[in-house]
């Protein structure tokens, strides 16, 4: 009966698939809700249901989300638009739910909707306050062994992957990867010094690869940061993807000297002109070789929250779909480490989040399985969300006791120079509880006024 219901749930999602690709081969602009109708009986769950049916208000009721779902369908590759509806929403968003549940249930875990890869740390750029550093081609992980993660990834029914690094371009394989796994997802985060023609068009032709390129801010913040010439780099590689309809978006390390840059009108209208479909707002973290010193780049409270406003505001007043990683928060149920996300490093360390480097599992030959049903990820599951107040989800910085404390217990060790001063150095820790109360009388009147002191609590749990 299982394997009959198994059958008939692939059966569903190729009948809805082929009947979305039909709308997308006539005119789909033209037929938004009918996609939506689409995606609305495919739901599996309420809590999808009413994601999809609140996307169709927000498309009916403002001009620019009307605008942005239009534009993406009209002008996006055909090839591309069909990976990211069949890739991303078919397998990760609707048929990977089950899948996970299922494999997660018989393994008494919980299995995380998106896994970050850094093959290599391997960069051609030094910027400010980055994690990454000098590394060779033979600290990358071998292609053998990414394959076997990738694969043991999309039978747990984790269908969309992040590349990161060190810069993901660097592994010429990691082509051959996206090919092969060809009904999977994938989004590289990139500096964009490495595209080229040859490049768009092997993206192109593959379709399920959605690039985020790194950019600061104009030409000054982002080469202050990043190197002389970046921005011009950055802007060049935009236009060969947005030339062949790929699908891409930018990401920004949003500090002190560039938070009105990057939130601008004229910033925000510029990356859409290049085609740039979403930017992710990821606030500076003091994570890089020095972190006691960069802490002076970070926000100041009023700047943090400032930052989510600016960012929902664009989401609905422009024709691009923006990510604050830590203001979005409340619509997740607060911190989604080790729950529905976790990163693998270039050591195959397991880590809960891309800016938390600890770990207790490192799966060089080992299965992707054991790092889920660690100790340290059921500590980090049980006690999210770790505040109450859901603009507060970070253990590191909001609630740096926290981070301590789940170390402490889990017997976790330090993956970058910088985790092992956050939880032992005086001076670090001591500004770490500082950052956090000066922050808590601001994130409790954001709180109420923004979110009427509520959230997600239902994901906080999972």
């Not at 979005?328 to 397991?350: F, L, M, Q, R």
């Not at 060790?413 to 985790?419: C, I, K, L």
Request: proline share 4%; glycine share 6%.
């Amino acid at each position: 009966m299982e394997l009959n219901l198994d059958n008939l749930m692939r059966e569903l999602k190729k009948t809805i698939i082929k009947t979305g690709f039909q709308i997308i081969d006539k005119n789909p602009e033209k037929n938004v809700n009918k996609l939506f109708e689409l995606a609305e009986k495919a739901s599996r769950d309420e809590f999808t249901r009413n994601k999809i049916v609140n996307i169709k208000k927000y498309y009916n009721d403002l001009p620019s989300v009307k605008g942005y779902i239009e534009n993406i369908l009209k002008n996006t590759n055909k090839n591309c638009l069909k990976k990211f509806y069949s890739n991303f929403i078919g397998n990760a968003i609707w048929y990977g739910v089950a899948k996970r549940e299922k494999v997660g249930i018989k393994n008494d875990t919980k299995i995380p909707f998106v896994i970050l890869i850094s093959p290599s740390m391997r960069c051609n750029l030094r910027c400010t306050g980055c994690y990454a550093a000098n590394y060779s081609k033979k600290d990358d992980i071998p292609y053998e062994e990414v394959d076997r993660l990738v694969k043991e990834a999309r039978d747990a029914g984790i269908y969309y992957i992040i590349i990161l690094g060190g810069e993901p371009f660097f592994n010429e394989y990691m082509l051959n990867i996206y090919k092969k796994y060809n009904d999977m997802y994938f989004t590289p985060f990139t500096n964009g010094t490495l595209f080229n023609e040859k490049l768009a068009d092997k993206l192109a032709e593959l379709g399920n690869v959605m690039p985020m390129l790194s950019i600061e801010g104009w030409e000054k913040e982002t080469d202050s940061r990043r190197g002389d010439g970046i921005f011009n780099s950055v802007v060049k590689g935009m236009e060969m993807l947005n030339k062949r309809g790929i699908l891409f978006g930018a990401s920004s390390a949003t500090s002190n000297r560039n938070i009105d840059t990057v939130t601008s009108e004229k910033f925000i209208d510029m990356l859409i002109d290049r085609g740039c479909k979403m930017i992710w707002y990821f606030i500076f973290m003091p994570v890089g070789a020095n972190p006691v010193k960069e802490m002076e780049y970070m926000l100041s409270p009023e700047e943090r929250i400032e930052l989510g406003r600016r960012s929902r505001k664009i989401r609905t007043t422009k024709k691009i779909f923006t990510i604050d990683f830590f203001n979005d928060a409340p619509y997740v149920g607060g911190c989604i480490s080790g729950k529905y996300y976790c990163h693998i490093n270039s050591k195959e360390d397991v880590e809960s989040c891309i800016f938390s480097h600890f770990a207790t599992t490192n799966i060089k030959n080992k299965p992707l399985m054991e790092a889920f049903k660690s100790p340290y990820f059921k500590n980090l599951r049980n006690r999210q969300p770790f505040n109450k107040n859901l603009l507060m989800p970070c253990p590191m910085i909001d609630n740096p006791e926290c981070i301590r404390d789940i170390v402490k217990e889990s017997g976790a060790y330090a993956t970058h120079p910088s985790a092992e001063l956050m939880i032992k150095n005086k001076e670090f820790m001591k500004k770490l509880d500082k950052l956090s109360e000066e922050f808590k009388p601001a994130a409790e009147q954001a709180f109420k006024d923004d979110f009427n002191n509520t959230g997600n609590y239902t994901m906080s749990k999972g």
